[in-house]
Structure formats: structure tokens, C-alpha cells
């Protein structure tokens, strides 16, 4: 079983930049596709960004799509989200979330294809 731990989230002004981390124990992110998943106070989480197994793919939700990039590095088991030009709007608990679909080029984009899920990791941007 993957066991998932976010951190780098924070208090930070609009205009700001954050890189949160996603660290995995218990097996390497082979064969899993990885995301990042926001939940706002009062609304339903939503999806963020997906990486492949294969970092050839990778997926953006709108509201980020310019201003973030999802990367991975396997051989440390780690998933990084950099999230640039923060906006009041982005303010979420941050999850990570790791699916398995053995898959070179899958990113699932709902909620229920992912397996493992972290604790979340608090980005809160002031106006």
C-alpha cells in the first residue's frame, strides 16, 4: 500500500509562488499515474493536475493552466506541484493521490479511479 504525505503549503500573498511535495512510502510510483486534487471550504474537491507513469503526459484543469507544472521524480518517490501567480481562488487543502493502472500514459481526472490519498497540505493566498 502507498502511503502519501504532502507538505510546502503555507499563507502567501496573490501574486506569490508555492511548491508543494508529495513524498510516497511503502513502493515506488512505478506503474502509477499521480495528481493533485484541491478541496476549498464548502466545496467539493476537485481535480488539479495529473502526471502519466510516463512523464510524456501530463493533464491541466483550466483554472491553473499556465501558471503550474506537475512534475515527478521517481527515483526519489516524490511528486512536486509548482504553483505560480496564486490567486485568492487557489486558497484549498492540497491533496496528493496516486492511482495504479499499469498504464504508461493514463492520468485519471476523478476522484474514484484514485487509490491512495495524503493528508492535504493548507495553501491559503491573501488578496
Known amino acids: 500500500q502507498v502511503q502519501l504525505v504532502e507538505s510546502g503549503g503555507g499563507l502567501v500573498q496573490a501574486g506569490d509562488s508555492l511548491r508543494l511535495s508529495c513524498a510516497a512510502s511503502?513502493?515506488?510510483?512505478?506503474?502509477?499515474?499521480m495528481a493533485w486534487f484541491r478541496q476549498a471550504p464548502g466545496k467539493e474537491r476537485e481535480f488539479v493536475v495529473g502526471i502519466s507513469w510516463s512523464t510524456d503526459r501530463t493533464y491541466y484543469a483550466d483554472s491553473v493552466k499556465g501558471r503550474s507544472t506537475i512534475s515527478r521524480d521517481n527515483a526519489k518517490n516524490t511528486v512536486y506541484l509548482q504553483l505560480n501567480s496564486l490567486k485568492p481562488e487557489d486558497t484549498a487543502v492540497y491533496y496528493c493521490?496516486?492511482?495504479?493502472?499499469?498504464?504508461?500514459?493514463?492520468?485519471?481526472?476523478?476522484?474514484?479511479?484514485?487509490?491512495?490519498w495524503g493528508q492535504g497540505t493548507q495553501v491559503t493566498v491573501s488578496s
Open positions: 493521490a496516486a492511482a495504479y493502472s499499469g498504464h504508461p500514459y493514463s492520468i485519471p481526472r476523478v476522484e474514484s479511479a484514485y487509490d491512495y
Open positions: 511503502g513502493r515506488s510510483f512505478s506503474g502509477y499515474a
